[in-house]
């Protein structure tokens, strides 16, 4: 068969399998609330249906556990080039649920978008991948390619266990390229890929007063932890939103922010100034505009408040003093950055300053990883993008997020690049999550394509 | 009959009584979640009952509303003297529920005491005055006096419409001495009776950052409310517990200063270090200690953070730059302060602070009122309480917490003293509320006496 007819007929399977993974097979990943922050038994049932549809593909799988919720691993075809697809099934938690306009853990169809939560991150690109998948499946051997799926079960709490478990079998993560999680098709139509995701520190961190909750009459005398937790917050951030701990920007790895500021200066700022109107916002934080805003989205590391309590946060009045305060920190790393370090640096910052009684808990922690764009997949992944979207693709060195993309890109050494579903209006940890149906379609012809590209073209090894 | 014989008879009919109205008449009033925070059909329910066990007890009832939660007003005998007791059947929210040691609102019964939600804070009370009365019903004409009751279903929300209600019967709520909700028992046994309590305005302040909650990788370029409330709170109140909103403490009434400072000389300090013990904490705000504490708890207004939230708050970690904050304050009041004045310096103060788009919620707003100590109310409670609790009592010139008495001190003119079932350790507005059984039935036979020598001594009239 010559590559022409296998690129014709995959894309012909491409267009029959993308609509039954849409509705049927996404509809069933969405109705299983896989929160990861919750746990319980909806993440085997998750993991489950995840190796099944694998299973139906013609994958051999297998369901591996370090201790946290299960990854599902799986293989196809005993090819001389490998390839290693990356996807979580765990979710963020739903809430506030009063804000959705149905329910998050049903699959929604309506004007030429699907809703629920999931779906953008990363249901739906479980779907797409299983979609391109399946249509591939005929042709592995001809391509000469081995698949390799991990799909884990804690991307969305900081993956604490994935570290084990590709060391524990890191040969079989070793591939010739990779594809990660997401990728997203932005205002101009075109697809968004970051070769990179910033690492994470994610802590809660509580302060004590009065061994209870009191009345607040005691107030003039019994210790708030509240306004501690108040002023404890100022002295690690200022307001243009420059982080006051001392030598938190030390080790910035200068060669990577090069690299990315050369590859941003493609990129164009137009979808920024749109989020900045959509999000109601007169200004970005320190009133950064264009490129700079860009720059510092995706370059810079920075400590963020995901959540806020103390006391009494019900309807109506209560009136005490809080006998805690907590804040939940996520703190997002770039290369060069050890989040050991920079944990500890934030902890003596605090010590230093009379918080010495603050108490922590690591939700997660890992560094920040990367691909050079020069890279045989991100080649293949661009010359796919511009057939699929009809566009030019975005590259960023490093999206917004974080990942734990570094267990690939710097441990197993397989060089990263992105495929994905969501758009710039997909809402993701929010409310109403969505995609729009055409993208889901776009994205199943992307990854279709990406895997067939780098089958068939030189490769550069080595991110 | 000789005022001997009358006295031996009620004390009699007190011993009879009490004992009944702890168990079955406060199970019954504890079992209805009377949360005024939360409303519903059992505010309702709640006035039910107490207008009912009034009626049963030789009243004549009626209940009324100025649009918020029912008050039962009920009047008994035809007397030349009279004497109002005002409780309120509302009780404070039960969370956080896991810290209770049982259902809230279920009577438990061990060790001496009970437990559940009110039984100190105000359904307790409301009991042991029925049971007084009860026990006094007989002699009504003997005393020559007219009783009047009044228990509001608002006071834990700031009582909204109480005042409205005073007002529009005025005449009536005119006495010639009143029992206001509370006193407590020390812990050198002594009874605690406050002749005045704090005034209060209850705010929620809140600040917007993005339209909706976004995934906190934006957090380098979009704004985040918590940030800002953080530093917004501390610029409300300094570490050492001083207020910085100009003004704050500029209309204090300084007679009334004077007046309590020599009533808190009488008054001794053990109880507050055993406090702080109990609380667990190595010291208080600013480092106060002694009678310098017991003058900050009593006579200084201040401000405090009853609860704080921001973002995600539930189990494990989210990511998200969240789209609002918010923070609920209380303020205390002392005599001389306008909460309407009060509110405005805070709200020009952050202001000038650039926090000019702060939302505010006023949940409630009303002034300190107090009696001074030479009220023959006050006489004839003291004198009770010498022989009901056979120590000589506390005579605080104002409580640390808040009511709205200025209703009945400053409005009707009615001369207030205090009366309780509760002790130091009671957990008011905290979970496992109780009481002491044997505090209920000392509180009930100080209430007898105290009305027994009201009606039988010299007046002195007003306070």
Known sequence: MSGRDLRDKVLGGVEHYSRKYLYDVLNSLVEIPTVS???????????????SLLKETGFNVEVKSEGGHPAVLAEMGEGSR???IYNHYDVQPPDPLELWDSDPFKLRVVGGKVYGRGVADNKGNIAARLAALEALSPYIEDLDIKVKVIVEGEEEIGSPTLERIVAGNLEWFK????????AYVRRDGRLSISLGFKGMVYVELTLRGASR????????????????MARMLTIIKDESGRVLVPGFYDDIDVEFLKMGESLLELVDVEDLEALREELGLKGFVGDLKGYEALKALHLNPSINISGLYSGYTGKGS??????????KLDIRLVPGQDPNKILEKLLEHLKANNFEDMEIHVESMYRAGYTKP???IVKASTEAAKEAYNKEPHILPMAAGSGPIYIFTNIAKTPMTGAGVGYYGSKVHAPNENIRIEDFHKGVKH???TIINFATTPLTRKA
Chains 1, 2 share one sequence.
């Open 175 to 182: 591939a010739d390229g990779g594809i990660w999680e997401t």
């Open 82 to 84: 490998s390839i290693l």
């Open 37 to 51: 922050a919750w746990g319980g038994a909806d993440m085997a049932r998750g993991a489950g249906l995840v190796a």
């Open 213 to 228: 909750d009191v009345h607040s009459g005691y107030s003039p005398i019994v210790p708030n932890p509240a306004w501690r």
């Open 447 to 449: 990854v279709a394509l």
């Open 318 to 327: 209560k009136t005490i003093v809080p006998s805690t305060a907590s804040a």
């Open 374 to 376: 020069g890279a045989a």
